[in-house]
Structure formats: structure tokens, C-alpha cells
């Protein structure tokens, strides 16, 4: 009897200290910081610090389509496992990085090669830069200077700058990508919101498609392409599912509700 009393004691112990342990908040990175991925399937292996992918510039240069479909980089961070040896044969990072393809009139540098010297070395640091401090070649603040401001992620509306021109996502790459047909342009969607009181999401294709276009969305983030066909939670969603796989790493947070949650269509 008093042991079954000890043992419901420690149980009533346990399970008040778990209740009361603090909600600790999630640090929201600072604007340069949001979005960048750390790679590090093979780098400490070889002697190396992790790569830094800052995605604020590459997709201010690239659309998200050229990337995740024509060469084929993974949704996930550290799923497409990238060797040294796949960029010298110009896959993935090689695809663009090989030290010939012009970038703002001057070459991209060359992502991997057989380090020979110290030189050689010191430009592996531009990407292997995690836990160093190494400057970059382009300025967070100075390149986003002229850029329309955000209320979240890196402070940047992208939407607004790309169709003031201020930025040109190339969505096509030689060699690599394929020639399509321009699709018919889509009409806006509008969900009814499950929570009482909250607008109606509008889900522009419009926008997607200049940066994704059909196929980074269909059919391997929504499997469906008939409205009402699927149900989609907020749950889901923050759990890094459907719109959650961009909305919480790359585009927008989940946190700016306005951008989705806004009036119907006029």
C-alpha cells in the first residue's frame, strides 16, 4: 500500500514539474539570417565548416522553380546529400558555380575543385563558412537597400520587387532546363477560413507561378490540383506540411496571417 502510494506520489511529482516547465519561444532570426540553410552531410567529415546557403540572394537572382526542379535541389535541408564531387561534374551548386556562367557581368566563382594550394583553400571558406568570419561578397543591407520592405523573414517584400523590376529571377538555365510553354494563367483561389472571425485565405497562382511555377508545388507538396479535393490544417501547415514547406523557412512566415488571410478577390 505505501509503495503504490510512493509510486502515484512520484507520478503527481512528475507530471506537475512537466506542467510547469516554461514555454520557451522560438528566437526569430534577424532578416540576413532567415532562410539560410546549414549543409553539413560531408563537411566536418572532410575537415571542413559547414556551407552557409544564403537563400536571400540566391533567390533574388534565381526563381525557386530553377532550383528545386530543373536542377533538382532537395525541398529539405541536407536531403539532396551534395558531395564535392557532384559540383565539379556541375550538378547542383556546380550547375551554376563553375567559374564560366556571368552573374551581374562577372563570373560566378567555381564551387568545388581539388584544393592545391592555399588560394584554393581560402575560396572553399566563401562556402564553408559556418562558425567563421568570413565577409561576404555581397552585403545583406546594401543589396536590399533599394528592395520594398516586408514585415517579416528577411524585411523584404520579393513579391513588390520583382514586379517593380527590381529584381529578375532568372528561370532558365542553358544546358540544364527545358523549353516550356507558358501555361494559361490561373485563376485566384479563395478557402474559407475554420476559425470564426479570421478572412478568407486567397491563394494567388498568379504569384506562385512566376517563382514556382506548376511543378515544385504539384504533385509533391499538394498532390491534388482540384480546390476541395483536400483539407489542409493550421496544424499541418505550421508542422512545415502544404504551404508550411516554404512558409516557414523561406517565404514569408506563418506569422504575417494579413498576406494570406485578406479579402476576397474584387
Not at 503504490?4 to 507520478?11: D, G, K, N, T
Not at 565548416?49 to 530553377?66: D, E, G, I, M, Q
Request: glycine share 8%.
Amino acid at each position: 500500500m505505501k509503495r503504490a502510494l510512493f509510486l502515484l506520489l512520484a507520478v503527481f511529482v512528475m507530471a506537475s514539474v512537466a506542467v510547469a516547465q516554461p514555454v520557451v519561444k522560438k528566437k526569430r532570426p534577424l532578416p540576413y539570417e532567415y532562410g539560410n540553410i546549414i549543409i553539413n552531410n560531408y563537411s566536418e567529415k572532410a575537415g571542413l565548416s559547414p556551407v552557409v546557403f544564403n537563400h536571400w540572394l540566391h533567390r533574388a537572382k534565381h526563381t525557386c522553380r530553377l532550383c528545386h526542379v530543373d536542377i533538382g535541389f532537395a525541398m529539405k535541408a541536407g536531403a539532396t546529400a551534395i558531395k564535392a564531387s557532384d559540383n565539379m561534374s556541375g550538378y547542383y551548386c556546380g550547375a551554376c558555380h563553375n567559374g564560366k556562367m556571368l552573374s551581374d557581368d562577372r563570373k560566378i566563382f567555381e564551387a568545388c575543385s581539388t584544393p592545391s594550394n592555399h588560394e584554393d583553400r581560402t575560396r572553399c571558406v566563401r562556402c564553408h563558412s559556418s562558425g567563421k568570419n568570413v565577409k561576404p561578397e555581397y552585403d545583406f543591407n546594401k543589396f536590399t537597400a533599394g528592395l520594398p520592405k516586408g514585415r517579416f523573414g528577411n524585411g523584404v517584400d520579393w513579391e513588390e520587387a520583382e514586379v517593380g523590376g527590381l529584381i529578375k529571377p532568372v528561370n532558365f538555365l542553358e544546358g540544364i532546363s527545358i523549353k516550356r510553354k507558358p501555361f494559361g494563367e490561373q485563376k485566384d483561389l479563395a478557402f474559407e477560413a475554420k476559425s470564426g472571425g479570421m478572412p478568407e485565405i486567397i491563394f494567388s497562382h498568379k504569384k506562385h507561378t512566376v517563382w514556382n511555377g506548376c511543378e515544385l508545388c504539384h504533385p509533391e507538396i499538394f498532390l491534388s490540383v482540384k480546390q476541395g479535393t483536400a483539407r489542409y490544417s493550421m496544424i499541418e501547415i505550421f508542422e512545415g506540411k502544404y504551404c508550411g514547406v516554404c512558409h516557414s523557412t523561406v517565404a514569408f512566415p506563418l506569422i504575417d496571417c494579413q498576406r494570406c488571410h485578406t479579402n476576397p478577390v474584387q
